[in-house]
């Protein structure tokens, strides 16, 4: 009889025209097949023949078919091979079966479960009903005629009692799996998932389509004519289609697509439950202050970073918020109770009393932009164990300095604040060299070198 192996995307790797007891079992159960060269062929009841698993809508391996071909050609058998990488489904078609298959897991692994569950309960039933016999710490007679009886009773209560955890145990692992099926659909779905799987898939359509035009692609190149190329390109092509369209259906339901279009130094994005303010606006993420800083807060300014200048890069597809500065900054009220909450707090090192920190908030009828503000230059790696003033300035003036693309670098970066601290101790000012004087000319500010506290508000002086 001959064996056929056949092979296509729509359907996979098959093995046809063997039977039980001829020799083929043993060769096809070697774990040398497959893309990975480490796989087995397994028997499936439903197709009636062996398949590998994994190899639908993939090309094949052909070196690996033809080493079984010629394993069983040695063997005695007539074989016959056939490979048509071309023949496919599309991936609409593949990605609705998978769904339909998981949804048909799900029922099935459920009913695993139940069926382990109740086997756990009958078992500790039984086991419970044997105990019963010896409920008032009824011993074991030796030489009793009851002492057989006995012991043999405790033996079936143990027995039954392990069956019983066993079968529970089986119920919980079957409840997982049914839970992993019945969420395969909302997982693969998943719009920040969906926006990393385009990202990635792009990237494979540029190297293909780079491959084609001749030219390297990660790392290697090649032959244009390869038909597997144009195969390649149309599989990619049809993913990322529907996959934009999951996008699309997600933005219709309410689903944000964040970019940097959306987002200016100075703002502030809710990045896994805090909100950071944003140092600098990337490609395909924003530079925010270290998320250490976020532990227990609800919002981390520039200024409170306290590791020393480090940062952390928040992806698009896994921002959750955006709110301007001006969103940001807390009512007077709020701002008065947490400034007095801050100065009731003691201090790690003590502070002159003749030159206070704490800045309370301006009093009523006063515009907050219009209070004094000390600006900051902050350098990569730097180690200084004080801040680095340039010039004192209004806050509004202040935020407009700071958010001009034109004032941080690769290695450095402006920020600012209004309690920097007590001079000296927390902050020193630095020379100006003179390198932004185009930016303040251009804003219309002019900088001053000294530093005046912002009056207190009266009733809180009072």
């Given amino acids: 009889m001959t064996i056929e192996i056949t092979h296509t995307r729509r359907e996979g790797t098959l093995i046809e025209g063997t039977s039980r007891g001829d020799g083929s079992a043993e060769i096809l159960r070697l774990r040398e097949y497959g893309r990975t060269q480490r796989q087995p062929f397994r028997w499936s009841r439903n197709l009636d023949c062996w398949y590998l698993p994994h190899s639908r809508d993939h090309a094949t391996y052909t070196p690996s078919l033809e080493l079984l071909a010629q394993r069983l050609r040695d063997a005695g058998f007539e074989v016959t091979l056939t490979i048509d990488n071309a023949d496919r489904r599309s991936f609409s078609e593949a990605e609705q079966d998978r769904e339909e298959k998981a949804e048909g897991q799900a029922e099935r692994f459920g009913g695993y479960a139940d069926t382990a569950a109740q086997n ?109 190329l144009k195969i390649r390109h149309g599989e990619l092509t049809e993913e990322i289609e529907h996959w934009q369209q999951i996008i699309k259906d997600a933005e219709a339901k309410g689903f944000k697509v964040w970019s940097k279009a959306d987002f200016t130094r100075g703002d502030f994005v809710l990045y896994r439950g805090t909100w950071y303010e944003v140092l600098r606006v990337n490609p395909k993420s924003v530079t925010i202050p270290h998320i250490h800083n976020g532990v227990g807060q609800r919002v981390v300014r520039a200024t409170d970073n306290r590791h020393d200048g480090w940062t952390w890069t928040a992806p698009y597809d896994d921002v959750s918020g955006r709110k301007s500065a001006d969103e940001m900054q807390p009512p007077q009220a709020e701002a008065a109770e947490q400034q007095q909450a801050e100065q009731s707090t003691p201090s790690k090192e003590p502070v002159p009393a003749e030159k206070p920190t704490p800045m309370a908030a301006p009093g009523a009828g006063t515009n907050w932009q219009d209070g004094m503000a000390l600006v900051l230059i902050a350098s990569k790696n730097s180690r200084r164990s004080r801040k680095r003033a340039l010039w004192a300035m209004t806050r509004r003036e202040a935020q407009a300095v700071c958010g001009d693309p034109r004032t941080s670098g690769r290695s450095y970066m402006l920020t ?13 000012w630095v020379p100006d060299n003179g390198s932004l004087d185009p930016v303040l000319e251009d804003l219309g500010i002019t900088p001053r070198r000294e530093w005046t506290a912002n009056p207190q508000d009266p009733a809180e002086a009072a």
């Fill in 416 to 428: 600012w604040t209004d309690r920097p601290g007590t001079e000296g101790a927390d902050w020193e």
């Fill in 120 to 228: 756990s309960e009958a078992a500790w039933k039984s086991s419970h009903e044997i105990s019963e016999r010896f409920a008032f710490g009824q011993p074991i007679l030796v030489g009793h005629h009851s002492e057989g009886r006995a012991r043999r009773d405790h033996a079936r209560m143990d027995d039954v009692m392990r069956k019983s955890i066993s079968e529970r145990d089986r119920a919980e692992h079957w409840t997982g799996r049914a839970q992993a099926a019945a969420n395969y659909e909302r997982f693969r779905k998943d719009p920040g998932r969906t926006l990393r799987r385009l990202d990635k898939l792009r990237a494979d359509l540029r190297a293909v389509e780079k491959w084609q035009r001749g030219e390297s692609a990660k790392g290697s190149t090649r032959n244009p004519d390869d038909l597997e």
